[in-house]
């Protein structure tokens, strides 16, 4: 906002908002002792952790699988219904509230703080592993064209519309009871409906926001940790550097010592610039793929991938461990199901700090449908020519795999030109996501620590965001990348409950909000509205120039009032 040139200089600075609460010490000692617990534990008695965890992601694979499944096909379903029904009219804030961000910004940030270190680790070691070594669901020939058909397939199944879908349950619930019905920014607000304001506020509300805080812990802890493996794996190849554990180490020291400074330069400084600057870095290193790599196979792999992915959905989204290949799918999508789970309370609240004044349609449409597209473009060019230069033997991406899922991203860039180059900029692209993701995870947790601040305490953050580091560094230790998964898996579990509740206590109360309309309004319109918006379509300008359109809008406007529409 401008300043105007008459105000006095010594006005003082604007203050923290009155109404953000102090932090709850009850919750941040019984959160913090509970994590340092942990990492003691970890640190000292290495082996022991290792074997209970290993037990008890056994137990939980074996007789929890099908929650996780059934879970994240239930959260995509309901962000269907939101956007289509007549839910989605509900504006995030005030009838009268715009977009506190634009769309660019909006989407940059939510996309580094989703998912963008992940896509870094596994964008092209995913595609390239289910390529040499296909899903054990039917008979499909290792290297085969069908081999990179299903390789896709699974790629996009695992990261497109459903995690997005888990994060826009959550941010969209966040975001309602924040802006729309003025509580705090924490995961307890959701549940009122169901627990009264009083309970919400007291400790069971506490004890939802303490699984909250430790789902985020581990769930960002297992992403810093990808982050560490990637980047030591990139010095290694590029500079020589020994691949050790003292060097994973000593980068998550060191990029935890950047998020610091990114921690207490704010929303609007630190993570916005660091967001856009990720998402133009890695547009251009995609770009630079697309180019130079398989170009015309890349773009006949986008509309055949996503064509197949379209077509096995369902089964997909059914399958479970009932007729064997458990371990399969543990390693893989049982994994990403509570991974995603675990990052629902991070990536919900951050998405939902964001997205003030956007519809529910704008925002779920948003959330569901521009990251997916992003990822997809970004599984085709990244994994799509790894195993295309594969096939065509221009270089062996299929032995990079022995050195680990993350040597394949820095295998490919070596095989075109300028590697040294691009490999350099593909670690620097990893470092920012790491600073992000940690700067996002802490504010959030911070937030849920100060009864749903949405400006807590930069100690605070800062605390948070230590021992988030410390956790990634005690998983790394205690059992490398096996580690990171196990430690995502457990702390799931109970958070899935947790979500699974929040969705009612959200239907609960979307129902009873007058904003929705009635029941007989088209939700159509309400779709071509929310495209309009996030393009930015001027409906006002055209409704004025148009006779016939400015009497359509000014109709839809008696009807929102509640007043009959014209009957001529």
Same mark, same amino acid.
Request: charged share 15%.
């Given at each position: 906002?401008?300043?105007?040139?008459?105000?006095?200089?010594?006005?003082?600075?604007?203050?923290?908002?009155?109404?953000?609460?102090?932090?709850?010490?009850?919750?941040?000692?019984?959160?913090?002792?509970?994590?340092?617990?942990?990492?003691?534990?970890?640190?000292?008695?290495?082996?022991?952790?290792?074997?209970?965890?290993?037990?008890?992601?056994?137990?939980?694979?074996?007789?929890?699988?099908?929650?996780?499944?059934?879970?994240?096909?239930?959260?995509?379903?309901?962000?269907?219904?939101?956007?289509?029904?007549?839910?989605?009219?509900?504006?995030?804030?005030?009838?009268?509230?715009?977009?506190?961000?634009?769309?660019?910004?909006?989407?940059?940030?939510?996309?580094?703080?989703?998912?963008?270190?992940?896509?870094?680790?596994?964008?092209?070691?995913?595609?390239?592993?289910?390529?040499?070594?296909?899903?054990?669901?039917?008979?499909?020939?290792?290297?085969?064209?069908?081999?990179?058909?299903?390789?896709?397939?699974?790629?996009?199944?695992?990261?497109?519309?459903?995690?997005?879908?888990?994060?826009?349950?959550?941010?969209?619930?966040?975001?309602?009871?924040?802006?729309?019905?003025?509580?705090?920014?924490?995961?307890?607000?959701?549940?009122?409906?169901?627990?009264?304001?009083?309970?919400?506020?007291?400790?069971?509300?506490?004890?939802?926001?303490?699984?909250?805080?430790?789902?985020?812990?581990?769930?960002?802890?297992?992403?810093?940790?990808?982050?560490?493996?990637?980047?030591?794996?990139?010095?290694?190849?590029?500079?020589?550097?020994?691949?050790?554990?003292?060097?994973?180490?000593?980068?998550?020291?060191?990029?935890?010592?950047?998020?610091?400074?990114?921690?207490?330069?704010?929303?609007?400084?630190?993570?916005?610039?660091?967001?856009?600057?990720?998402?133009?870095?890695?547009?251009?290193?995609?770009?630079?793929?697309?180019?130079?790599?398989?170009?015309?196979?890349?773009?006949?792999?986008?509309?055949?991938?996503?064509?197949?992915?379209?077509?096995?959905?369902?089964?997909?989204?059914?399958?479970?461990?009932?007729?064997?290949?458990?371990?399969?799918?543990?390693?893989?999508?049982?994994?990403?199901?509570?991974?995603?789970?675990?990052?629902?309370?991070?990536?919900?609240?951050?998405?939902?700090?964001?997205?003030?004044?956007?519809?529910?349609?704008?925002?779920?449409?948003?959330?569901?449908?521009?990251?997916?597209?992003?990822?997809?473009?970004?599984?085709?060019?990244?994994?799509?020519?790894?195993?295309?230069?594969?096939?065509?033997?221009?270089?062996?991406?299929?032995?990079?795999?022995?050195?680990?899922?993350?040597?394949?991203?820095? *295998?490919? /860039? !070596?095989? &075109?030109?300028? #590697?040294?180059?691009?490999?350099?900029?593909?670690? %620097? +692209? @990893? =470092?920012?996501?790491?600073?992000?993701?940690?700067?996002?995870?802490?504010?959030?947790?911070?937030?849920?620590?100060?009864?749903?601040?949405?400006?807590?305490?930069?100690?605070?953050?800062?605390?948070?965001?230590?021992?988030?580091?410390?956790?990634?560094?005690?998983?790394?230790?205690? *059992?490398? /990348? !096996?580690? &990171?998964?196990? #430690?995502?898996?457990?702390?799931?579990?109970?958070? %899935? +409950? @947790? =979500?699974?509740?929040?969705?009612?206590?959200?239907?609960?109360?979307?129902?009873?909000?007058?904003?929705?309309?009635?029941?007989?309004?088209?939700?159509?319109?309400?779709?071509?509205?929310?495209?309009?918006?996030?393009?930015?379509?001027?409906?006002?300008?055209?409704?004025?120039?148009?006779?016939? /359109?400015?009497?359509?809008?000014?109709?839809?406007?008696?009807?929102?009032?509640?007043?009959?529409?014209?009957?001529?």
């Amino acid at each position: 906002m401008s300043t105007d040139v008459t105000t006095p200089p010594q006005e003082p600075a604007p203050q923290r908002p009155r109404e953000d609460p102090p932090p709850d010490t009850k919750v941040i000692a019984i959160g913090v002792t509970a994590v340092l617990a942990v990492v003691a534990w970890a640190a000292i008695g290495t082996d022991n952790f290792s074997s209970v965890s290993t037990t008890a992601l056994g137990w939980v694979l074996d007789n929890f699988g099908w929650l996780f499944s059934l879970a994240a096909n239930l959260f995509l379903v309901l962000c269907a219904f939101f956007a289509i029904s007549r839910f989605g009219r509900i504006r995030l804030g005030k009838d009268s509230d715009e977009p506190e961000f634009g769309n660019l910004a909006w989407i940059a940030m939510m996309f580094s703080a989703g998912m963008g270190i992940g896509l870094m680790f596994y964008g092209v070691g995913e595609p390239l592993t289910y390529y040499v070594t296909p899903p054990p669901f039917g008979d499909i020939e290792s290297g085969s064209g069908a081999a990179e058909r299903t390789a896709l397939e699974y790629s996009f199944f695992h990261w497109t519309l459903h995690p997005w879908a888990i994060y826009g349950v959550a941010g969209l619930a966040l975001a309602y009871v924040t802006f729309r019905k003025g509580r705090g920014n924490r995961i307890s607000s959701v549940f009122v409906p169901l627990l009264g304001e009083r309970r919400a506020n007291g400790w069971p509300g506490r004890v939802i926001d303490l699984l909250a805080v430790f789902a985020t812990v581990f769930g960002t802890a297992t992403s810093l940790g990808l982050g560490a493996l990637q980047v030591a794996k990139g010095l290694n190849l590029t500079v020589g550097w020994d691949d050790s554990r003292e060097l994973q180490l000593l980068i998550i020291l060191v990029l935890s010592a950047a998020f610091v400074v990114s921690a207490f330069s704010g929303i609007h400084r630190g993570i916005k610039w660091l967001s856009n600057m990720n998402v133009g870095l890695a547009a251009l290193l995609m770009l630079f793929v697309f180019l130079l790599g398989p170009t015309v196979f890349i773009l006949d792999a986008i509309p055949a991938g996503v064509g197949a992915y379209l077509q096995d959905l369902v089964t997909l989204s059914s399958r479970t461990g009932a007729f064997g290949d458990k371990d399969w799918l543990g390693t893989w999508t049982i994994f990403y199901w509570a991974w995603w789970l675990s990052w629902a309370p991070f990536v919900g609240t951050f998405i939902a700090r964001i997205s003030r004044g956007r519809t529910i349609r704008e925002f779920l449409i948003g959330v569901l449908l521009v990251p997916s597209g992003a990822t997809v473009v970004w599984f085709c060019v990244m994994g799509g020519s790894a195993m295309r230069l594969d096939a065509t033997g221009e270089a062996d991406m299929a032995g990079k795999l022995t050195d680990g899922v993350e040597a394949s991203l820095f *295998g490919l /860039l !070596d095989a &075109l030109p300028l #590697g040294a180059v691009t490999s350099v900029i593909a670690m %620097v +692209l @990893v =470092m920012t996501y790491f600073i992000t993701s940690a700067d996002s995870a802490s504010l959030v947790m911070g937030s849920l620590t100060s009864g749903g601040a949405l400006h807590p305490r930069s100690w605070l953050v800062v605390t948070w965001g230590v021992l988030m580091a410390a956790v990634a560094a005690v998983l790394l230790v205690a *059992g490398g /990348l !096996d580690g &990171l998964k196990t #430690g995502t898996i457990l702390v799931a579990l109970p958070f %899935v +409950l @947790v =979500m699974l509740t929040l969705c009612w206590a959200l239907f609960k109360e979307l129902r009873e909000d007058p904003g929705a309309g009635p029941a007989r309004h088209h939700p159509l319109h309400g779709m071509r509205e929310a495209v309009r918006a996030m393009v930015g379509e001027a409906i006002d300008e055209r409704t004025s120039r148009h006779p016939k /359109l400015r009497r359509v809008a000014e109709t839809a406007s008696r009807d929102k009032g509640g007043e009959e529409p014209d009957k001529r």
